[in-house]
């Protein structure tokens, strides 16, 4: 059972078993990770969710919510992730109606010895989860694109960015 230091899956043990990577002597730092969502709808419906006229009300609110809710829950959904005491946690989405696009942009911080990704990616994939729930009753052929780490920062392995981040 090693640390977390060897190359490879390090969600794997020797023996081939699922494990959760030892963390303890990890030194603390500040981490930080930035995740994305894309939600494609038609533009009638980004129009409605853009003005906060849907079905079901405000849109956005609650995705943004749901998102900050779900960032403090990663650890218990995720199985073999830390659970974490978060510094920061929030969602912001962007509206282009003309692409019929909703952009969900979610940051999570801690310091801690283990990355904060799983909770970036857990918020930016259940706003937009929120997001197909709200508007469902107009338009059933929403389609959540892609969940995708933008940016990472802290700890042994330092920063890293996604190409074509914007």
């Not at 990770?33 to 849907?54: K, L």
């Not at 650890?75 to 109606?97: I, K, R, T």
Request: charged share 20%; hydrophobic share 50%; proline share 5%.
């Amino acid at each position: 059972m090693g640390g977390g230091d060897e190359p490879g899956l390090t969600h794997i043990g020797p023996d081939g078993a699922a494990r959760m990577v030892d963390v303890g002597a990890k030194p603390e730092s500040e981490r930080r990770a930035v995740a994305e969502a894309r939600v494609a709808m038609t533009a009638a419906t980004a129009r409605a969710v853009a003005e906060g006229d849907g079905p079901k009300g405000d849109v956005l609110g609650p995705a943004r919510l749901a998102g900050i809710a779900a960032a403090k829950q990663a650890g218990g959904l995720v199985p073999l992730a830390h659970p974490l005491p978060l510094s920061f946690a929030d969602v912001a989405a962007e509206v282009d109606v003309g692409a019929g696009l909703v952009v969900l942009t979610a940051e999570a911080r801690c310091v801690g010895r283990t990355g904060v990704e799983i909770e970036a990616m857990a918020a930016a994939a259940i706003a937009a989860l929120t997001v197909y729930d709200m508007v469902k009753g107009v338009e059933r052929g929403v389609v959540i694109e892609r969940v995708r780490l933008l940016h990472k920062s802290g700890g042994a392995s330092g920063e890293w960015n996604a190409a074509g981040a914007r």
